[in-house]
């Protein structure tokens, strides 16, 4: 397949192995922009309706799939990019999925039995709201799997998204990237807002104490899973604006590299249709 062209966004692709520094990736950067609200709202705008073209032909081809996965600390933005990145695409062919911690039947199995199940179908592009990573993050952090597990469990996810992209998914990953000040700001505004305070729970707290843990295990997890089939980007996330236009230049650069067309009509054009 070819390869997405991602310009002035290759600075924030991971690269494989290695250690990450995310003290390396400015929060607050625009990647993308011109320095222009203007012309950058011109952008968004049209990438939204050229994302909403590329996912009727996805839809209509049913040969290709696309997974987007977002990662990030509390409040980083996942739920943002979910609601306003997919304003113009049909609801019939994108669907999200939100994991959160495993309860009942998927504590049985492997770790990769309930996030295989929601993977896009061909056709389709689903947008994962935490994924396979929460088990090699939380689990690592919260020390509920030793860490050699932890380590084992990167060759399985590298080998779990090579079959995914081997039958015709496009990975695209994203770490939502938001500043410690601007985390702060977030979870005090949800506590602020009546509509907004059913969000926060005492977890958001307990992990916010573990800020650094959480980004040392991103800082190791990151360069350890990206790769040419299933990248890892940095998305600097402390501007919403900013954060929508990078995901989207993302999606809009992969879909692209797929080259969909419509299928040919089972009738020729000359067909009458009855009054
Ligand atoms: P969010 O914080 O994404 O808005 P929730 O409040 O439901 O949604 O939180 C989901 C929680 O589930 C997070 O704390 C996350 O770390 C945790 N979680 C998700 N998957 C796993 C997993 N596989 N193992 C442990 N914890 C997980």
Known sequence: ????HLDGLSHWRVPEGGTLHLNDYATDARPGSTGDRTRDEARLAELSARLGELQARLYASKERALLLVLQGMDAAGKDGVVRRVFSSVSPLGVRAHAFGVPVGSETQHDFLWR??????????????NRSHYEDVIATRVRKLVPLAQ????????????????????????CFLHISREEQGERLRERLREPTKRWKLQASDLSDRALWKDYRAAYEETLPATSSDT???????????????????????????AMDLHYPPSALPASTHIPD
């Open 150 to 173: 932890v380590r084992r469990r990167h060759v399985h996810l590298r080998a779990f998204e090579e079959l995914l992209a081997d039958e015709g998914t496009a990975i695209i990953k």
């Open 1 to 4: 397949m070819a390869k997405p």
């Open 230 to 256: 299933a990248p890892w980007y940095v998305v600097p996330a402390d501007s919403r604006f900013s954060r929508d236009l990078m995901v989207s230049e993302l999606l809009v650069a992969h879909l692209e």
């Open 115 to 128: 996030i295989h199940s929601q993977a896009p179908a061909r056709g389709e592009i689903t947008v994962f």
